[in-house]
């Protein structure tokens, strides 16, 4: 799977049923040793202040047609 097909697929999490995306600007961050992506970065909102959301590889159950299914938990102030 290339990494723009990734890009516009919408994330959903099952913790909270909240969801994000598509977005073009989501980022992979990939441990280039073992060749394995580690977490994906959504990019923040806001013009001043734009703090990312960093979804662990590891949290990712299912990435079907046009979504991509994780589980973490919520953090203050978002939702």
Excluded: C, F, H
């Excluded at 600007?25 to 909102?45: H, M, Q």
């Excluded at 806001?46 to 959301?53: D, N």
């Amino acid at each position: 799977m290339r990494w723009t097909e990734l890009a516009r697929k919408e994330l959903v999490n099952l913790v909270d049923g909240s969801k994000k995306g598509p977005d073009l600007r989501l980022d992979l961050v990939i441990n280039t040793e073992e060749g394995k992506v580690v977490k994906l970065l959504l990019p923040g909102k806001g013009y001043i202040s734009r703090k990312e959301q960093e979804i662990p590889w590891a949290a990712v159950k299912k990435i079907s047609a046009d979504l991509i299914l994780y589980e973490a938990e919520a953090s203050t102030g978002e939702k």
